[in-house]
């Protein structure tokens, strides 16, 4: 391979890993989650082929059918992280509660969060799924892994990424130096760079928003999404396009390649429940990248990254995706929140 051909995932890598941005063992797990990336992307790929659509008919903590990709998925990752030496422990959006490296294997310094499959529901008719993954220290000097030691605002994270199954597999991914993308060479197996250092505009004409819960949000949401309707002719100025894949990894995508704003506010319907999606892998992770590109993520009131968790599978609302835009956004919710008080 000359030096004029993209890097694959492993010389990048070793080139961050020279640049002093992550450590051998870093570089092992991020290697060991790509690898079962491309494995959940070749089950995912067989479709009814593969005998592996439908519910598994069985539930998870979220209250949610799993569908039998989700466990596949999850049990990929798991078996993919166990032997390495490189995590102390792993949480997953399909386990009740964290799962220990087994014995004998030896621990390391790092913990593993992920949501297997993102955007299950699509999986059944043909619409982009993917994966995605968070990665923090595991603290000083712990002996017995404990829940607490999961929960550290998503500022902490060392490395975040995901891998979109869609027309190609691609790997997006961040150590803190900025955000990058892979896609998946199938003959020879390996991730190549296909994009680095990706920036997102920061303005935008596109929102992804779930429209049919309207009725239920809050005045700020109505606000804010109303002017977007108005476009032209309103105090936007301009006309607005709308998307909503309902596969979080799918819209962030799109975002992340052409700019926009994603949002999952929290509702009237359960208003102690702060949203749907879940901070510590899938808010915070998505969160890591998109700002690592320039983007901005909050809660509609703080900096989601800054937010500290108090569970495992804590839910958050999420305002993601171009700058200018998600400022305006918290800006009505931050606006509301005052004159509430
Ligand atoms: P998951 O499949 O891991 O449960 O995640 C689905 C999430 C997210 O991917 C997506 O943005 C959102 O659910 C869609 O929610 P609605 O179906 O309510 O639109
Ligand atoms: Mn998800
Ligand atoms: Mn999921």
Not at 33 to 50: D, E, F, Q, T, Y
Not at 311 to 332: C, D, M, P, Q
């Amino acid at each position: 391979m000359t030096s004029k051909t993209p890097p694959v995932l492993t010389r990048f890598l070793i080139e961050e890993q020279r640049a002093g941005h992550i450590n051998p063992d870093l570089r092992l797990l991020i290697e060991v989650v790509a690898r079962a990336c491309k494995a959940i992307s070749r089950s995912v790929n067989k479709g009814a082929l593969g005998g592996v659509l439908g519910d598994a008919g069985t539930g998870n903590i979220q209250g949610e059918a799993q569908k039998k990709l989700d466990v596949l998925s999850n049990e990929i990752l798991l078996d993919a992280n166990e032997w390495g030496g490189h995590l102390a422990g792993c949480a997953s959006e399909e386990l009740d509660d964290f799962s220990e490296i087994p014995n004998p294997y030896p621990k390391g310094n790092y913990l593993l969060l992920f949501d297997p499959l993102d955007g299950s529901s699509n999986i059944d008719v043909n619409i982009s799924v993917g994966t995605i993954f968070s990665v923090l220290r595991c603290p000083e000097g712990v002996e017995k892994l404990e829940t607490q030691h999961f929960l550290q605002p998503g500022a902490k994270q060392v490395a975040a990424g995901y891998a979109v199954y869609g027309p190609s597999t691609m790997l997006v991914l961040t150590v803190g130096h900025g955000t990058h993308a892979f896609t998946l060479d199938r003959e020879v197996g390996t991730f190549v760079l296909t994009e680095r250092d990706i920036k997102i505009p920061e303005d935008t004409k596109e929102f992804a928003i779930n429209m049919s819960n309207q009725r239920h949000w809050f005045p700020p949401m109505q606000k804010y999404v109303a002017e977007l309707l108005e476009g032209k002719t309103g105090p936007r100025g301009k006309d607005f396009n709308m998307r909503w894949v309902a596969s979080m990894v799918a819209d962030v995508h799109r975002i992340l390649s052409r700019g926009g704003i994603f949002i999952y506010p929290r509702d009237r319907r359960e208003p102690d429940k702060p949203g749907k999606l879940r901070l510590l892998y899938e808010a915070n992770p998505m969160s890591f990248i998109i700002e690592q590109a320039g983007g901005a993520s909050t809660n509609g009131m703080q900096r989601i990254m800054d937010v500290q968790p108090e569970k495992l599978h804590e839910r958050v609302a999420v305002f993601l995706g171009s700058k200018n835009e998600v400022e305006l956004a918290t800006r009505y919710h931050r606006e509301a929140e005052q004159q509430a008080r």
